[in-house]
């Protein structure tokens, strides 16, 4: 994990190396202070050598600066080592997830992938700048002031060392305690947000059974049960406070009795007592820190352990070494297809597909929720790659192409399609850079979409928000048409993209497809049996198996399933039924 | 997706208005509940500064008075030492109990406000309208529970605290500081002095930088919530090199303002301290210049108190200056907190209630069983004399004009009678307003001009909880609750038996797949019942809807999303559900509301054709394009 992590530090090395030095010079400087100050005390006002004061205090000064210095450096380098890294770490997930095939988008979720992004890399930030800056310094500090202590009085030191292993030890206790409740706690709290989450998506439930009270009562249990566990873990951190001061107070009183003790023997000064006095503050703050830190790093630990998750997720789909760049037709087969989403799982989603579609037929497919639709046209445009058995393209088995060339080949509109935040046109030119804005208009006079562009304001040039939140679902739908349909492909899938189309509209796109794009393959997933009826030839899919292929009539006559669907969408009325039969 | 499109809601990073206002009125709410934890810490904070502060001042003493006589006494008598540590001992305890003790009190207080936050946030956001729903981010919604109670929790368990903490450590260490010397206390200020106006300098700077930030933060998240919710396209598209590069430009820029920012946040400490350390070197030189002058009465011993003064003078400033930052941030999230909490609540002012009655000699009387016969309780307000109507399930529209905002009218001139049993379906394309006209009748959203009656009676005068029971709904997105399947059935009749939930399954041909189920009814569904499938979740929706046994029933686009074949089981649980009750349907699917008793074609807000199934037909109007899906160009 930490040679993955480490990995993109890459240019911001020499920060990540300079920031500790700076940070140790900064405490060494910072622990010279007090022994010259001890230095002021006994051999410039004791002896009343105010040349003494003057020349020492000019070294305190100028060791301040020094220390300023350092302390400037080391902040300016540990904020561009911890921002440079996850500017990186960043850059780099971003980069990978951009390889990754379908599977592993699935595997992680969009949420999970957006959490990544944000949150985790946002504390790598804090912890990475924190190990720079702090994790050097406070032992080094700690180090440094007890050396100093030593070399005062090796006696009364020995007094802090003491005092270092016991709250050490104590510390080590409560905190242990804590994270233990702590773990505990932050479940309790997602489930928490979730509830939370639920009611405002859910809000029109709990409104229309006016379940208001209701749901507050819940709420008000959750977060009493999260109270109740919060005080639990802080009751164990806030011991901490008493017993730091606790050993603070006591080191300070042992050291005035017994270094009073020493200073009448004659083998301690008085300066130096004062020096020892300030390096006690230094050595128990410095533990302090520590123990912060370790509860911190061990907080960020899930978030680097989650970001590595990425990092380290290897795209399975990859071009082959001698890639085609040219797919002659759009003719599919499929030979003896098995396909599942787990490589292990037995589970097949897809059970032996044997398929033969001609270029430039139009292909309706159609079948029960569930029935793998989605997931036979995925395999044409390789989003997925088979278990068993191959898929061609053009005649070629689709691994054998450079991934690009397939998927501009083989346009797909996804069921559940997204429109970006920009002009419908920058929209548009997804599917071809340099499409110029005539061509654009006749993609979306193709796909019916001219209609409602025109009676915008702004036509082409409206702003769509993000997630294409202010166009309708239909609108939306027609737009991700267009913008396939601007690649030119050779086969065009269509994963039930007309179903918020209304049928009127649905039917004249169809029929523009028949008309302007003839040679294309068109392969149309739908619901609604008046979409694909008219189709060269319609797939019925049962249960990950082909249950029939063939025209509108040969299926009504001799598939069960195609007939029950049928009838269940027609049936109902008296002649009408008998027209739409012949249509 | 129901209702109006979201707006986005307002960027993070804004500047506070007024945070003076925001940091009283946060102080009120803690002192709501709090008010004597507060006063009992401010006095243990007292308590645990001044113990800290005498042993400062033994410090002193500890040269002047206990080991100087002992180094000129002939011989060293440790008696009055022993007995001055044993005294600070004892003040040390105190001060160590102290701290522990508001410390302890403080998790209570913090905790305690965040709780009581949450619950008042969120039963407040139960009273607000849809329309706050619908017009407002649910991802903001939610960080006003996550982040920005993170941040008050920060605030009220550290910030707050410390701030007084410093604040009475240095006016104490000020007091000290005077009576021991007042030219050295004048030295130490005017070191301070600079130190402050460092630090502003500093932060104005940082916080230029913090805003940019912020503000690019928010660029490159957006970006990646977008990106993100878009990769399968992208991929389709062969998008990625591009997206790559417009990342690329994005994280940059974060970078270089990220890097400033942190940058002078960093710098504030150790410029801070060593200013400290120069003010300790110069108060050293002035002090030991006095000491050795013997003009002052400066003591070695008072000078050595004086620079650890000096050093704890220095310290709790740095601390607020540090502390700083993260108020801010708690005010620009209190202020959010505040904000959701300050939104008007749905006004309701209906007096008409639902009630259970009985029938005695031909009247209805109220009586406080369930006797499964309802009937509004409607009290006029001129003479105060009470009606009872039977609830039946009679609805009427008299010219309703509606609008989400009150410049675009998405509704005009509806009319529209549903007679108690009836099926009423409407059809059309998307935003033709079908959705807009079932959130009137339960008011979710009020109407502009026009009549909504229920049986008779004006929908405004119904109390909107009482109108809303008597409405069942089952809607396209199935948002079903983190809970067991019976509980989740149980939501439409929370004192409904076991046996009624089986029932109401069982009506709505959604037993057969519950028992199916690993632990059946008690099956644990979680993330919105994310382990069913489509069509199980519907079916669980119209039980929940059947239980509650509404009078009136609203089913809008309620099979969508599920295919045919499963649509027929379904579709016979709902017409099971549907029978002697007044229906309203929305369908997509013109199979599903061909047997309506009058079925409404909408266009662009208005009804255009209504009549039954074959006398739309014959009409061979807009439905009869929409059902045989040949359209007439226009």
């Known amino acids: ?583 | 997706m129901p209702g109006p499109g979201m707006r986005r809601g307002m960027p993070k990073g804004k500047r506070i208005e007024n945070p003076g206002k925001v940091f009283k009125r946060l102080m009120k709410y803690v002192a709501k509940n709090y008010a004597p934890h507060l006063v009992l810490t401010a006095v243990l904070i007292l308590i645990s500064v001044l113990a800290n502060v005498q042993g400062t001042l033994f410090i002193q003493s500890l040269i002047d008075d206990y080991i100087e006589p002992m180094l000129v006494a002939d011989k060293a008598d440790f008696g009055p030492l022993a007995g001055a540590i044993a005294r600070v001992a004892g003040f040390y305890l105190i001060g160590v109990a102290a701290a522990y003790a508001w410390n302890r009190i403080m998790i209570n207080v913090t905790q305690g406000t965040l709780r009581n936050m949450r619950n008042d946030l969120f039963s407040h956001m139960e009273t607000l309208p849809i329309k706050y729903f619908d017009t407002h981010a649910h991802g903001d919604i939610m960080s006003t529970y996550t982040n920005d109670t993170d941040t008050l929790r920060q605030m009220i368990s550290q910030s707050m605290p410390q701030v007084f903490n410093s604040f009475i450590t240095i006016v104490s260490v000020f007091i000290s500081m005077v009576v021991l010397s007042i030219p050295l206390t004048l030295v130490t200020l005017v070191m301070i002095a600079v130190m402050l106006v460092v630090t502003k300098k500093v932060a104005g700077l940082s916080s230029r930088y913090f805003l940019e930030q912020q503000k690019n933060l928010g660029k490159v998240n957006g970006y990646i919530e977008e990106m993100m919710n878009g990769q399968k396209v992208v991929k389709v598209f062969c998008h990625e090199k591009e997206s790559i590069e417009e990342f690329r430009a994005l994280n940059d820029a974060l970078y270089e303002s990220a890097d400033k920012a942190n940058y002078l946040v960093n710098v504030v400490g150790p410029v801070n301290m060593q200013l400290g350390n120069v003010s300790y070197v110069v108060c050293a030189i002035v002090g030991g210049a006095l000491a050795l002058s013997g003009m002052t009465g400066l003591t070695l011993g008072k000078l050595a108190s004086f620079l650890t003064f000096n050093k704890s003078f220095n310290g709790p400033i740095n601390q607020v200056s540090q502390q700083f930052n993260s108020i801010v941030m708690a005010m620009a999230g209190a202020e959010r907190i505040f904000k959701m909490m300050d939104e008007a609540p749905e006004v309701d002012d209906g007096y008409v209630t639902l009630v259970n009655v009985r029938e005695e000699a031909g009247k209805l009387v109220e009586t406080p069983e369930r006797t499964g016969r309802w009937a509004w309780r409607h009290e006029h307000q001129a003479d105060h004399s009470v009606d009872y109507v039977e609830v039946r399930g009679d609805v009427v529209f008299d010219g309703v004009d509606f609008g989400y905002n009150d410049d675009k009218m998405v509704l005009h001139d509806v009319k529209l009678y549903a007679q108690p049993g009836q099926k009423i379906a409407f059809v059309g394309s998307t935003g033709a307003g079908k959705t807009t006209i079932t959130n009137l009748i339960n008011r979710f959203y009020d109407i502009q001009d026009g009549k909504i009656r229920y049986d008779g009676i004006n929908v405004n005068k119904i109390k909107k909880a009482d109108l809303r029971r008597s409405l069942g709904i089952v809607l396209q997105d199935t948002h079903l609750f983190t809970g067991t399947v019976m509980e989740n059935i149980r939501y439409g009749k929370l004192d409904a038996t076991d046996e009624e939930v089986v029932a109401a399954a069982k009506l709505a041909n959604a037993h057969g797949f519950i028992k199916r189920l690993p632990e059946g009814y008690d099956t644990v569904l979680s993330g919105d019942g994310a382990n069913l499938s489509q069509g199980q979740r519907q079916l669980l929706a119209i039980a929940r809807a059947a239980i509650a046994d509404p009078p009136v029933l609203i089913l809008d686009e309620a099979t969508s999303s599920i295919d045919t074949r499963t649509e027929r089981i379904v579709q016979d649980g709902m017409d099971k559900l549907m029978a002697g009750r007044t229906t309203f349907v929305i369908a997509h699917r013109l199979s599903t509301v061909k047997n309506s008793d009058c079925i409404m074609v909408l266009e662009q807000g208005r009804i255009i054709e209504r009549g039954t199934h074959d006398q739309l037909l014959e009409e061979k109007g807009k439905y009869y394009q929409l059902y045989t899906g040949n359209a007439i160009a226009n």
Request: proline residues 2%.
């Open chain 1, 1 to 583: 994990m930490i040679k993955t992590l480490a990995a993109h530090i890459k240019e911001y090395k020499t920060a990540s190396i300079i920031t500790p030095v700076f940070m140790v010079l900064e405490v060494v400087f910072e622990t010279l202070i007090p022994f010259l100050m001890a230095s002021i005390i006994d051999d410039g006002v004791e002896a009343g050598d105010m040349h003494h004061i003057y020349v020492v205090g000019a070294f305190m000064i100028g060791a301040a600066l020094c220390g300023l210095f350092c302390g400037v450096m080391g902040g300016k380098y540990g904020a561009r080592a911890s921002t440079g890294f996850a500017r990186n770490l960043r850059q780099a997930m971003f980069d990978n997830i951009q390889t990754f095939s379908f599977a592993s988008l699935d595997k992680f979720s969009t949420a999970g992938l957006v959490t990544r992004l944000t949150t985790d890399v946002t504390n790598m930030q804090m912890a990475y700048q924190m190990m720079l800056r702090m994790c050097f310094r406070a032992p080094v500090s700690m180090i440094c002031a007890m050396a100093m202590a030593f070399m005062i009085n090796a006696k009364l030191a020995s007094v802090y060392l003491a005092a270092v292993v016991l709250l050490g030890i104590v510390l080590a206790f409560i905190i242990r305690g804590a994270m233990k409740y702590f773990q505990e706690a932050f479940p309790k709290y997602d489930e928490l947000n979730a509830s939370v989450q639920e009611n405002v998506s859910a809000i029109r439930v709990v409104k229309a059974y006016v379940r208001e009270d209701y749901e507050t009562g819940k709420l008000k249990k959750a977060s009493q049960g999260i109270y109740d566990i919060f005080l639990k873990a802080e009751k164990q951190v806030v011991l901490n406070m008493p017993v730091m001061q606790f050993t603070v107070y006591s080191c300070i009183l042992l050291i005035s009795w017994l270094g009073a003790k020493q200073i009448v023997q004659n083998t301690l000064t008085t300066g130096e007592l004062m020096s020892l006095l300030t390096y006690c503050m230094n050595i128990l703050m410095s533990l302090m820190m520590l123990s912060m830190i370790f509860v911190m790093m061990s907080m960020s630990i899930a978030s680097a352990r989650r970001i590595c998750e990425v990092l380290e997720e290897k795209s399975d789909l990859t071009n082959p070494e001698n890639p085609l760049y040219e797919v002659p037709d759009g003719g599919i087969t499929f030979e003896h297809v098995r396909f599942s989403y787990q490589k292990e799982s037995d589970e097949a989603v897809l059970h032996d597909i044997n398929l033969q579609i001609m270029p430039g037929e139009t292909i309706g497919i159609i079948g029960g929720t569930g029935s793998a639709k989605t997931s036979l046209v995925n395999l044409i445009s390789r989003l997925y790659d088979v278990t068993q058995g191959a898929v061609l393209v053009g005649g070629h088995d689709v691994r054998e192409y450079d991934l690009e060339t397939l998927r501009n080949q083989v346009a797909v509109v996804l069921q559940k399609n997204v429109l970006f935040s920009g002009t419908i046109l920058e929209n548009l030119r997804w599917g071809n850079a340099d499409a110029g804005e005539e061509e654009c208009r006749r993609v979306c006079r193709l796909a019916c979409a001219d209609e409602f562009i025109e009676k915008m304001p702004e036509g082409y040039h409206t702003y769509i928000e993000q997630g294409g939140s202010n166009v309708s679902g239909g609108q939306k739908q027609r737009l991700c048409i267009a913008r396939a349909l601007l690649k030119k492909p050779k086969v065009l899938i269509l994963d039930d993209s007309t179903s918020a189309v209304d049928t009127a509209t649905d039917a004249r796109i169809r029929k523009a497809f028949a008309q302007e794009i003839p040679d294309t393959t068109k392969l149309i997933i739908a619901q609604r049996i008046s979409s694909v009826q008219n189709a060269d030839r319609i797939i019925v899919m049962d249960d990950g198996r082909i249950s029939g292929f063939g025209t509108h009539e040969e299926l009504l006559a001799g598939n069960e399933i195609y007939r029950e669907v049928y009838e269940s969408q027609t049936s109902g009325g008296g002649d009408f039924d008998e027209k739409a039969g012949e249509a």
